[in-house]
């Protein structure tokens, strides 16, 4: 028995997208691209110990449940590749702070500066001999690594899951893709991929497979769906039918698409298209917090932003469904999670209806999604244990990992410092050849008809 006298109870919010990898590199950079923040991938997320992971995964997973959300769909970041023991670090820390989490490790046999058409060319040759470092592992190794933690994986009983993440699709060989659909398939888990992130992601699916991206996995068999697709900014109107018949699941994560420059994805076009929308923060390294309060409200807002259409608009009905079933639905937990309703887990967030948030309280749908920042977040129960109570976390201290966190951040900040003057010169490159691709006009016929065109016009321009 729980006396919630003055408190207003909604399920714990899903994140439906972020890299536990990106706490640790919060505040790395400014005004940067997709592009640009993947070619500072070293920079940023270099020389990680298994302690780093395990303390990168902490706090994020700390903010999280701090601010309302009680479970995350986790794409972490190994280079060459992944590992049982770093998936496990990870893992480890969401159970230590006990939420739950779908890890999602992310792979690909193709480097980024190869991923792009003409790139490669672009640069010096003694600066295509440094990138020559960025090569990942070959596809099988990554697959008998994942095989292996999929196999022998014991976190579930904590709340932790495994799923699959082809990290982008022309990241990844053909055969590489099939090799993650057939794990996924093998062992019932969730696929889970950057789509139509960019402009220059679609280009560079254009001059590779002669179709969008979305097209292409549809053809390979991987739309399905267990299948999430990450970000779809520029998703058209036939890949958006194309998830939608099939079932499949985009987070939308508008806070790191401002953030990047990305540009805003029509949320009513892929809820009209019967798409399951969920809503993401993305990693903090890109998008800067945790707070799935602040993306619900500019999940709202990014749809209200872009004309006086407002019959088509994104209602806070509409927005909060999708930050907690609708992402559920996509970290495959859609049974258990995002409702608090007799046969679901009883993962519930208590809000302090005395904090000036609540004063006074109108709408509690309304508010949640427009007024609430996290700040009135009182209590959060995982799984009927409580482990946020009166604004303290109770299953980590907050002191001590700060301590332990300085410390890393200014061992990485050393160690990673050539690859930072690495990035300085790359980025010069990347920054003028990608934004030059992403002038290419778009077969804009394809969004005819369809609200999207009016945003890509204004990009266009
Ligand atoms: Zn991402």
């Not at 993440?165 to 991929?193: E, M, N, Q, V, W």
């Not at 987070?251 to 990047?260: A, F, I």
Request: net charge neutral; hydrophobic share 40%; charged share 20%.
């Amino acid at each position: 028995m729980i006396d919630a006298k003055g408190r207003l109870l909604h399920p714990g919010l899903v994140n439906g997208h972020t890299h536990s990898h990106g706490n640790l590199a919060k505040g790395l950079v400014d005004c940067v691209t997709l592009e640009l923040l993947l070619t500072a991938g070293s920079w940023m997320n270099g020389h990680r110990t298994l302690e780093d992971k395990y303390l990168s995964s902490l706090i994020g997973a700390a903010e999280m449940v701090l601010k309302g959300c009680t479970a995350a769909y986790d794409l972490t970041g190994e280079f060459p590749m992944p590992t049982v023991e770093g998936l496990t670090a990870v893992g480890q820390a969401y159970a230590d702070v006990g939420m739950r989490a779908v890890l999602a490790p992310m792979v690909a046999d193709t480097s980024f500066f190869d991923a792009i058409p003409g790139l490669m060319e672009r640069l010096p040759p003694a600066l295509q001999k440094d990138v020559g470092r960025f090569a990942l592992a070959p596809y099988k190794a990554s697959v008998a690594q994942m095989k292996k933690a999929l196999h022998g994986w014991k976190l579930s009983r904590q709340g932790v899951h495994l799923a699959v993440a082809p990290t982008i699709p022309h990241h990844c060989s053909r055969a590489f893709l099939l090799a993650c659909l057939k794990l996924s398939k093998d062992y019932g888990t969730g696929l889970h991929s950057h789509v139509a992130e960019s402009k220059v992601q679609v280009i560079a699916g254009y001059r590779q497979y002669g179709s969008t991206l979305t097209a292409y996995l549809d053809e390979l068999g991987m739309v399905s769906p267990n299948f999430t697709v990450a970000h779809g900014v520029w998703l058209d109107a036939d890949d958006m039918k194309r998830l939608g018949d099939k079932g499949a699941s985009v987070s939308h994560n508008p806070g790191s698409n401002m953030r990047l420059g990305n540009g805003i994805a029509d949320m009513r076009g892929l809820l009209d298209a019967r798409v399951n929308v969920g809503i993401g923060t993305d990693g903090a390294s890109c998008s800067d917090n945790q707070n799935m309060y602040e993306n619900m409200r500019l999940a709202s807002m990014a749809s209200k932003v872009q004309g006086p259409d407002w019959q088509r608009w994104i209602t806070t009905d509409e927005v909060l469904e999708a930050a907690t079933v609708g992402s559920a639905r996509a970290l495959g937990l859609g049974d258990r999670i995002g409702r608090i309703e007799t046969g679901y887990k009883a993962d519930i967030v208590f809000l302090d209806l005395d904090h000036v948030n609540w004063i006074p309280c109108n709408d509690p749908t309304n508010q949640i999604v427009h007024s609430e920042d996290g700040t009135a977040v009182h209590s959060v129960m995982v799984g009927g244990r409580m482990i946020v109570e009166n604004r303290k976390l109770l299953t980590v201290d907050l002191h001590e990992l700060a301590r332990k966190a300085e410390k890393a951040r200014a061992r990485l900040e050393a160690a990673n410092r050539p690859a930072r003057a690495l990035y300085e010169k790359l980025g010069k490159v990347v920054g003028s050849f990608c934004p030059g691709l992403a002038k290419e006009p778009l077969h804009i016929d394809r969004f005819a008809g369809s609200h999207h065109h009016h945003a890509h016009a204004q990009f266009l321009a």
